[in-house]
């Protein structure tokens, strides 16, 4: 509990420990009167005091207006225990309320508690501890284990790992060396780092990551924006029908007035709205924290409101769907072993900084410094001539054997084929591909179980590497060999074909598809930490690379979108009804104070159901995806 709970509580306490000895000790009227008059005091001069503030500013229909109108007339009328009982539980509910939402932006704040304190500078061989704000870009900082990286740059030197579930929810911690890139707001656990600061702290991941969190509430959905139209229309109206009860029927039928401005009173009691006004805002919110926690930033309620609606998602292929380097998929020996063969690759590769050169070798994966190359040649457009071990050694395209006169087998595949010769005899090829993401064709899969209806890629790759792509993962259609217009183009058209209710998601890296992504009805940014057009540019951020965490978020927006409509057709429901039976005098203030009270705060704790997200859908479903691929 805050200081401020606490205090509410205390005051709640004091109040009981007051109200239940008037209650029950044998007093007579008067005395009755002052200790139900101190209770009531104790319990509610805050509300009456916000009441007549917001009055005195312009705001004069809330909740503080009805219940102090509602109490008040019920201790004029006589019925002290009614009126101080309403306004004691109002409070408990108040208390139940504050501690509910407190709760909630704790959890966000936790996740999200990558703000630094502090960076360590290294000046003049002297370290000095210094605000974040102070450090310039080309700086040497030194991040210690235990402590948070608190700007972005490159490790210069040190090993370590990092910690950085508070960005991705990947609970595995990542190794890094000297050449590496890291990013704010990850907590360094094991070496000191020394690292070259890549751009300021106004500019860092964690900066933006920050900025978009706590301006997310600003962009309200359709369904805040209708309780917000609702409430501001809604108050005024029952507080004139309550006006009219009180008046009308005395004047017209010759009753006593007494009776109707108890149900008056009653009824406005009823007509709080807070049960809507909290339940539905905080529901928003716990779904967005929910999706934080899986490593999804949604920059607005609108956003997780549309992503639930999505039955169209468009995909870029390079970054998004693969990875966005090359690996070798495939070998394919002639007359050797395929060991042999990456050998051969790797050794007329292994001086060459080509991705290519570099896939290579690394599928090799042994020491290559072992073997004695020399006579290094590179054929412009063709490939590489060495020696090795005194024989004469040619890894290249087709045009390098045909050069050499080398008899060969070509390979009728999609990706990039390196042909290998050993003094003059063909010894095989090697396939590489852009690596698809282990977790892609589970994506599609659940994006389709989801509900979503059709599933596109849009790449500038050739048609035979695109359309073999799509068909791994089992995307329903794909375009190849696009230009960046061209995709805007296609997006126009995809656009046209999606219902009036259905919405359209595009995922990209956010670099290269800003266009797209800005005309889309939802942009999702994968790999959004170290890209600053990602976060500028999408509507929803993927922090990791696994496009599954796109379907994990929109099984949290439809999650979140169920449990609004639940508490909205709650709330008027119970409200409707108790509205009716207060007008006809047969709900008590009892039963007002539960129409109000009883609703909110099983309307909110309906609510923070949205902010659970089970842990299946914070990591990664390494079985699921496994088996999506083998089949």
Known sequence: MTKKQKKQLYRILTAVLIFLPVLWLPMNETGKFIGFLVCYAVIGWDIIWKAISNILHGQVFDENFLMTVATVGAMYLGDYKEGVTVMLFYQVGELFQSYAVSKSRRSIAGLMDIRPDYANVVREGKETRVDPDEVLVGDVILVKPGERVPLDGTVLEGNSTLDTSALTGESMPRE???????????????????????????????????????????????????????????????????????????????????????????????????????????????????????????KGSNYLEALAKAETVVFDKTGTLTKGSFAVTRCYPQGISGERLLELAACAEKDSSHPISRSIVKAYGKDTERFGVTDVQEIAGHGISVSLDGKKVLAGNTKLMRLKNIPFQPIAEAGTVVYVAEDGKYRGAVLIEDEIKEDAAFAVRELKKAGVRKTVMLTGDAKAVGEKVAEKLGLDLAYTELLPADKVEHMERLLAETSEKGRLAFVGDGINDAPVLARADIGIAMGGLGSDAAIEAADIVIMTDEPSKIASAMGISRKTLRIVRQNIIFALGVKGIMLLLGACGIASMWAAVFADVGVSVIAILNAVRALRVPKEDRVLKKESIRETAAA
């Open 176 to 298: 890094i060396g000297a050449g590496a890139e890291v990013i704010s707001g990850c907590i360094n656990q094991t070496g000191t780092l020394r690292i070259r600061v890549g751009r300021p702290y106004g500019e860092s991941t964690v900066s933006k990551i920050l900025d978009l969190v706590e301006n997310a509430s600003s962009k309200k959905s359709r369904s805040e924006a209708f309780i917000t139209r609702f409430a501001k229309y809604y108050t005024p109206s029952v507080v004139a029908a309550a006006a009219l009860l009180a008046v009308l029927p005395p004047l017209l039928m010759g009753q006593a007035f007494t009776p109707w401005i108890h149900r008056a009173l009653t009824f406005l009691v009823i007509s709080c709205p807070c049960a809507l006004v909290i339940s539905v805002p905080l529901s928003f919110f716990g779904g967005i924290g929910g999706a934080s926690k899986c490593g999804v930033l949604i």
